[in-house]
């Protein structure tokens, strides 16, 4: 079969992200163009939408973070212009200030024309309930604009993964941590069908779904009468999740529980995790949905969610 996965989990590793991490022990290979392209050929991937797993900070100001997210977003768009019909791109904000997040956005939308946005679970602690990251959820919610919210360490990281690294359990743990904040404190009663995409199938959140549900009705749990387990429910069946590390049954029954084959978009961890490990989650996909649902999910989704991947 021709290439025709469309990959909405691919890291962009170059240029300005390489130049930052060149400091980094043990860093991983240099990323390039041609060979992410030969790597996308061996896996019948016809386009990646490449994203940074992170939102840069400065330690005094903002200016630093505002320079390193334009200067990655323009060579996203380089690369999209170089090679047409093959990449895509969530766009990197910098995470040290709300109005220069929003100031990004615009440019990084309306001027770079990138494909949606990538967040991260937390920013400095700053959970996805947080009213800090509100202007900017309701411009993605008025924009109808798909964000990939990328997990990422908690504060107390270290303590919670027991000394390993913080992506074998506590990355997943923290997307379900964000989005039971988001849901517990309002957020998708403001801004009903905010496109989320959340990685790795949800993490742990869809085997949690029904007690998070359950706790919405409990006294303290929340603020608001809007927040009963129906709209827990309906909450997370309209969410988006992508298959990176999650092709296998463990991950993908729990999902599928929690919302429909039209909701999973194909994604890898490109970038990220191993050859070896991409393929086994591909194979794993392919025996666990058959025809037109595995067709949606590795295709069809993603072009119904992305108009813009067809203009170039």
């Known amino acids: 079969m021709a290439a025709h996965r469309i990959d909405v989990h691919a890291h962009y590793f170059g240029g300005a992200v390489a130049t930052m991490a060149a400091a980094v022990p043990g860093r991983r290979e240099l990323w390039t163009a041609d060979a992410t392209l030969a790597a996308m050929e061996r896996t019948g991937t016809a386009l990646q939408i490449l994203s940074v797993p992170f939102l840069p900070q400065s330690r005094s100001g903002g200016a630093n973070a505002r320079v390193f997210a334009r200067r990655v977003n323009e060579e996203l768009a380089s690369l999209i212009d170089k090679h047409p019909g093959r990449f895509g791109a969530f766009a990197c904000l910098p995470g040290d200030d709300a109005d220069a997040m929003l100031d990004e956005l615009a440019y990084a939308l309306d001027v770079l024309h990138l494909n949606g946005i990538g967040l991260t679970s937390n920013v400095a602690g700053r959970y996805l309930g947080d009213p800090w990251w509100d202007p900017l959820l309701e411009e993605l919610a008025s924009r109808s604009v798909p964000a990939l919210v990328h997990p990422t360490s908690c504060r107390h990281a270290a303590d919670l993964a027991l000394g390993r690294h913080p992506s074998v359990i506590e990355f997943p743990f923290d997307t379900a941590r964000t989005i039971t904040d988001a849901l517990f404190a309002g957020v998708f009663h403001r801004h009903p069908d905010l496109p989320l995409i959340l990685p790795h199938l949800g993490g742990p959140l869809p085997s949690l779904a ?103």
């Open 210 to 312: 029904w007690r998070i549900a359950e706790c919405a009705g409990m006294p303290g749990a929340h603020d608001h009468d809007v927040v009963t387990a129906e709209h827990v429910t309906a909450v997370l069946a309209s969410l988006y999740y992508d298959t990176a590390m999650g092709g296998s049954p463990h991950a993908l029954l729990p999902a599928l529980q929690v919302t429909s084959p039209e909701h999973l978009l194909f994604g890898t961890d490109a970038g990220a995790a191993p050859p070896a490990t991409i393929d086994r989650a591909i194979t794993a996909l392919a025996a666990g949905l058959k025809g037109g649902d595995l067709r949606a999910v590795e295709h069809d989704n993603a072009v119904r969610l992305f108009p813009r991947l067809t203009a170039h």
